[in-house]
C-alpha cells in the first residue's frame, strides 16, 4: 500500500494461478495466466504483490505429508488431496506459474529429504527483508 502497510496474503490469486490452469489444456495455459492477472488486478483492483513466494514441495513428498497429517488429526484428504494425479499436475503449474509471473521459488526438498521448517524459515525470511528494503 502506498501508506506503507505491509498486507501478507496465503494463496489468493495464486491459488487460482494454479488450480485452474492446470485444469486448462497445456496450450491455453499462458493466455489463462495474462487473463487471470488482468482481472484480478486491472480489472477488480486487488492489490498486485511485491513479492510472492512458491515453496515447492515435490508430490511424492507431498503425498507423505497429507497421509502423515491425516493420521495426526484423524482427517480424511479432500477431492484433490486424494488425485495425485492432479497434485503432480499442480505442481508442475505451479513452478511453470511462478516461471511465467516472476515468482521467488523456494524449493522445501534438499538432498532428497525436507528441509528443517527453521532452514526454510530463513530463506524466507531473506526473500522478505530483500523486498521490503528495496
Request: charged share 30%; proline share 3%; glycine share 6%.
Amino acid at each position: 500500500y502506498e501508506d506503507g502497510g505491509v498486507v501478507l496474503s496465503d494463496r489468493y490469486t495464486t491459488s487460482n494461478a494454479v488450480h485452474q490452469a492446470s485444469k486448462e489444456a497445456p496450450e491455453n495455459r499462458d493466455a489463462f495466466l495474462h487473463w487471470l492477472y488482468d482481472f484480478e488486478y486491472n480489472k477488480m483492483g486487488l492489490p498486485r504483490p511485491d513479492l510472492t513466494i512458491y515453496l515447492d514441495v515435490p508430490t511424492d513428498f507431498t503425498e507423505k505429508l497429507l497421509r502423515h497429517r491425516e493420521a495426526d488429526t484423524n482427517t480424511k484428504a479432500d477431492i484433490h488431496e486424494k488425485d495425485m494425479q492432479y497434485l503432480a499436475t499442480c505442481r508442475e503449474m505451479g513452478r511453470a506459474a511462478a516461471n511465467y509471473y516472476g515468482w521467488q521459488v523456494v524449493s522445501c526438498v534438499k538432498d532428497g529429504k525436507m528441509r528443517s521448517i527453521e532452514d526454510i524459515h530463513e530463506e524466507i525470511y531473506g526473500l522478505v527483508k530483500s523486498c521490503l528494503e528495496g
